[in-house]
C-alpha cells in the first residue's frame, strides 16, 4: 500500500488545521518558534505520513490506522472524566511524582515536588513557553530531526502541550518523576504530545514515561521529546507501553549527551496494536556514555516497530544497545538500529544485539543491524538471532514434571528476565515482573490505568507455576 | 519397577539402541558403563522422555504404566528423574521457584494441594543440610553462572526434592573433581531407599568406588553385551573397554 490514499483525509485535516492555529500560536510563540513551525509543516506538506515505499517503513504499515476519522483535541477533554481516579497513583511503594496527560495535555494536579525549592521544574510545555523562555531559546527544537522524518515534523509544527523538566546544575533530584500519557475520548483522536527534559551539569533524575490506554477507542498518538543531559548528568529513563490493539504509539526521542553524561534508556512494550519507537541518540561529548534498551511481548495481530540511532560524534564514547523480543500469533516486529560512528570518533565503543524468539510461524520479525564507521579506532559489534524455544531448555524443565505450556512460560519470562533486571528503581522492576508475568499468561488487559498502577493489583498474580519471592 | 524390553531406538534414520533388555527391582542400583557413543545418555533421554529420538520397537514399563506414551513431565510426576549431564542454564528463574514450581506441579498430577510455602522452604533448608550445600544457591538462577561442580551438585539436590523412585544420572562423574565427586556421591548414597532405584551411567569406574552398585551393565554398539556385579567394574577398568570391543 503506498498510503497516499488511505491518509489522504488525514493529511489534509491536519494541514487545515495547521492554517487555522498558527495565528493564534503567532500570539504566544516566539517568532523562532513560528518559523520553526513553519518550516516543519512545509516539510509535512511535502513528505506526507511515511509509507510503505521509504525503506525505513518498509514493514512498518500507517495506513490502516490513518484511515480513520480522528478529532485533534485542542484541550484535554477532560469534562466528564475524574481526572483523580484515572490518575490515582497508588502502588504500593513505588512512590513517584507523577506528571499527568490526558489526550497529550498537561493535567494540572496541584503537586508540588519536594525540590522545587532547589530550582527544579516540572511544569506544561505552555507553562515554559512563558515562564522558562530562555531556556526554551536555548533548547526546544534543537535535538529533533525533521527532514526525513515528517512524523516529528508534524509534531514540531502542531504541538502545544506536553511536560517540560528542567533539572539545574548540581541538583540530584531524589523523587522518581512519572509522567503518565492518557488517550480516552469517544471519538478517534490524534494528540501530539512534546516533552522537553534539561538536565544541567552533574545533575540526575529517574523518569518513567508511561503510555496508556483508557478505553479501547482508536487513537494516534505522535510523540516527541528532547532529552538533554549536560555534562556528567545522568539520567535513567524508562517508557513502559500498554496500549490498546487499535491505537498507533509513535515516539521519537532524541537524546543529547554532553561530556561524561551517562544514559540508560530502557522502552519496555507490554500491548499495543502499532508501536514504533524512534530513539535518536547523540554522543556530543567525550566519555559520554549510552545503554539503550528494550523489550518487547506481542502477539495477535500487534506490530512493534524500534529504531535506534545512535550518532558517536566525538572520541571516547561508549554505547550498548540490547533489544529482545517474544512474538505471538501473527504479531510483526522491526528492530533497526543504526550506529554512525563519524571519522573524528576515535576509540568507540559500540555494541549492539537484537534478540527473538517466534512463538508461532506466523509471527514475523525484521531485524536490521546496521554499522556507519568512518573513525579506524573502534570497537563495534553487533548481533541479531531469530528463534525458537531452546528444545533442550523444555526438556530440562518437562523432566521436573512442569508441564509443556508452563515451562514454555518460564523460558519466555527468562528470556524477557535479562532486560527486566536492568530495571534499576528496585519497586519498578518488581512491579514490570509482574507485569511481564501477567502479560505472557494472556492476563494483562488494558488498565483503565497506568501500568504501573493497574487496576488487578490487589489480584494475586495466578500464576500456577507461582513465580512470586518467597 | 522398571522393565525395558527388546527397546531399539534411533535417530535420523541412526540406529543408537539396538534391542535393550534391562530390569530394575527396587532397592537396586544400577550401573551401565561403556565407551563414548554407545548409546549411555540415549538410552537415559529416552526413558525420560525425549522426543528427538524415534522408538522402533520395545517397550519401556514403570510400575506397570507404559512409559513411552507419556509425555514428559508426566513420566517426572510418575518418579522417573533424570541428572542431566549437561544441565541447562535458566536466567531469571531462581531455583527456589523453579523447585517450587517442579513440586508443585507433581502434586497436582497426584491431586495434591500446593506445598505450602514454609513446609517448602523448610524442605529445601533440610535437603541442603543432607547434601551439604552451603552456597546460596537458591537465590540464583538456575544454572547460570555455575562451575561444572555446581552444576551437578544442583541435580542432585533437585534429586532430593523431588524423591524420585527412579533416578538416572547421566554422567553425573564428568567435570568433577575428587572433592565435588564425594559430595554428590554422598548425597546419592543418603538417598537410597528400599523403595527406589537408581541408573548410574558412568564412563568410568571412579564413581562406582562411591556409589557401590549392585548391577553393572556394559553398553556396547546399541546392546548391552555383559553384565554382573560390582567385580565387573572393577574388570573393565583393569582391561579396558578393548576388552569388550575384542569379545563383542
Redesign the interface.
Known amino acids: 500500500m503506498d498510503g497516499t490514499n488511505t491518509n489522504y483525509n488525514t493529511r489534509e485535516a491536519l494541514l487545515k488545521l495547521f492554517d487555522e492555529r498558527i495565528a493564534t500560536y503567532a500570539l504566544s510563540d516566539s517568532p523562532e518558534v513560528i518559523t520553526g513551525r513553519r518550516e516543519a509543516i512545509a516539510e509535512f506538506a511535502r513528505a506526507g505520513f511515511p509509507h510503505t515505499k521509504l525503506e525505513k517503513w518498509r514493514n512498518t504499515d500507517l495506513g490502516r490506522v490513518l484511515n480513520n476519522g480522528f478529532t485533534f483535541p485542542l484541550a484535554p477533554l477532560a469534562a466528564d472524566v475524574d481526572l483523580e481516579e484515572i490518575f490515582r497513583c497508588e502502588v504500593p511503594g513505588f512512590d513517584t511524582y507523577m506528571v499527568a496527560q490526558l489526550n497529550g495535555w498537561f493535567i494540572e494536579r496541584g503537586n508540588k515536588l519536594a525540590q522545587a525549592s532547589q530550582g527544579v521544574v516540572v511544569c506544561s510545555m505552555e507553562e515554559a513557553f512563558e515562564k522558562h523562555a530562555d531556556l526554551i531559546a536555548v533548547h526546544y527544537g534543537k535535538y529533533t530531526r525533521v527532514n526525513n522524518n515528517s512524523l516529528s515534523a508534524l509534531n514540531t509544527a502542531l504541538a502545544r502541550d506536553g511536560v517540560f523538566i528542567y533539572v539545574p546544575d548540581n541538583v540530584e533530584v531524589n523523587e522518581i518523576v512519572q509522567i503518565v500519557n492518557l488517550v480516552q475520548s469517544a471519538y478517534p483522536v490524534f494528540v501530539q504530545p512534546r516533552n522537553l527534559v534539561i538536565l544541567g551539569k552533574n545533575s540526575s533524575l529517574r523518569l518513567v514515561h508511561c503510555d496508556d490506554s483508557v478505553d479501547d477507542q482508536v487513537g494516534f498518538i505522535n510523540s516527541v521529546s528532547e532529552v538533554v543531559l549536560s555534562e556528567n548528568a545522568r539520567l535513567d529513563h524508562y517508557k513502559l507501553q500498554n496500549k490498546n490493539d487499535r491505537s498507533a504509539l509513535i515516539n521519537n526521542v532524541f537524546f543529547h549527551l554532553e561530556a561524561g553524561a551517562n544514559l540508560s534508556t530502557n522502552a519496555i512494550s507490554l500491548n499495543g496494536g502499532l508501536i514504533r519507537n524512534e530513539v535518536y541518540v547523540r554522543l556530543n561529548g567525550r566519555g559520554s556514555h549510552a545503554d539503550i534498551l528494550g523489550v518487547y511481548l506481542m502477539d495477535r495481530d500487534q506490530h512493534i516497530d524500534n529504531q535506534v540511532f545512535v550518532d558517536h560524534a566525538v572520541p571516547d564514547c561508549t554505547s550498548n544497545e540490547l533489544f529482545k523480543g517474544i512474538l505471538d500469533d501473527q504479531a510483526s516486529g522491526v528492530f533497526n538500529g543504526h550506529i554512525l560512528v563519524r571519522k573524528d570518533a576515535q576509540r568507540t565503543n559500540a555494541y549492539q544485539n537484537n534478540k527473538n524468539i517466534l512463538i508461532s510461524d506466523k509471527a514475523v520479525i525484521d531485524s536490521k543491524p546496521f554499522l556507519e564507521i568512518y573513525a579506524d579506532d573502534v570497537k563495534c559489534s553487533h548481533g541479531a538471532t531469530v528463534g525458537q524455544l531452546?528444545?533442550?531448555?523444555m526438556?530440562?524443565?518437562?523432566?521436573?514434571?512442569?508441564?509443556?505450556d508452563?515451562?514454555r512460560m518460564?523460558?519466555m519470562?527468562?528470556?524477557?528476565?535479562?532486560i527486566?533486571?536492568k530495571i534499576s528503581i528496585p519497586k519498578l522492576k518488581l512491579r514490570i515482573d509482574d507485569l511481564v508475568k501477567k502479560r505472557l499468561r494472556g492476563e494483562l488487559s488494558i488498565c483503565d490505568q497506568c501500568v504501573l498502577h493497574c487496576n488487578s493489583r490487589e489480584q494475586k498474580v495466578s500464576f500456577e507455576?507461582?513465580?512470586?519471592?518467597? | 519397577m522398571l522393565s525395558i524390553k527388546n527397546l531399539r531406538v534411533s535417530i535420523e534414520g541412526k540406529e543408537i539402541l539396538k534391542g535393550i533388555n534391562l530390569e530394575v527391582r527396587p532397592g537396586e542400583v544400577h550401573a551401565i558403563m561403556g565407551p563414548n557413543g554407545t548409546g549411555k545418555s540415549t538410552l537415559a533421554a529416552v526413558i525420560a522422555g525425549r522426543d528427538i529420538f524415534e522408538v522402533e520397537e520395545g517397550e519401556i514399563v514403570f510400575n506397570g504404566k507404559n512409559l513411552l506414551e507419556m509425555p514428559v513431565e508426566d513420566r517426572a510426576s510418575e518418579g522417573i528423574f533424570l541428572s542431566f549431564q549437561y544441565p541447562v542454564e535458566i536466567p531469571g528463574v531462581s531455583i527456589t521457584n523453579f523447585m517450587r514450581t517442579a513440586v508443585n506441579e507433581q502434586r497436582k498430577y497426584h491431586g495434591l494441594d500446593p506445598m505450602p510455602a514454609n513446609e517448602f522452604l523448610a524442605k529445601m533448608e533440610e535437603k541442603k543440610r543432607m547434601l551439604d550445600i552451603h552456597a546460596k544457591l537458591a537465590n540464583r538462577s538456575v544454572n547460570e553462572g555455575f562451575s561444572g561442580g555446581e552444576k551437578k551438585k544442583n541435580e542432585i539436590f533437585q534429586l532430593a526434592m523431588l524423591e524420585p523412585t527412579l533416578a538416572i544420572l547421566d554422567e553425573t562423574d564428568s567435570g568433577l573433581d575428587i572433592d565435588a565427586l564425594k559430595v554428590v556421591a554422598n548425597g546419592v548414597n543418603k538417598l537410597r531407599r528400599p523403595d527406589n532405584a537408581f541408573l548410574v551411567i558412568t564412563h568410568y569406574q571412579r564413581l562406582l568406588e562411591y556409589i557401590v552398585p549392585d548391577i553393572v551393565h556394559v553398553l556396547f554398539d546399541g546392546r548391552i553385551v555383559r553384565s554382573g556385579g560390582k567385580e565387573l567394574a572393577m574388570e573393565l577398568e583393569e582391561k579396558g573397554y578393548e576388552w569388550i570391543r575384542s569379545e563383542a
Open positions: 531452546d528444545s533442550e531448555a526438556f530440562y524443565l518437562r523432566s521436573r514434571g512442569i508441564n509443556a508452563n515451562a518460564l523460558l519470562y527468562a528470556f524477557a528476565a535479562e527486566v533486571n507455576i507461582d513465580m512470586s519471592k518467597i
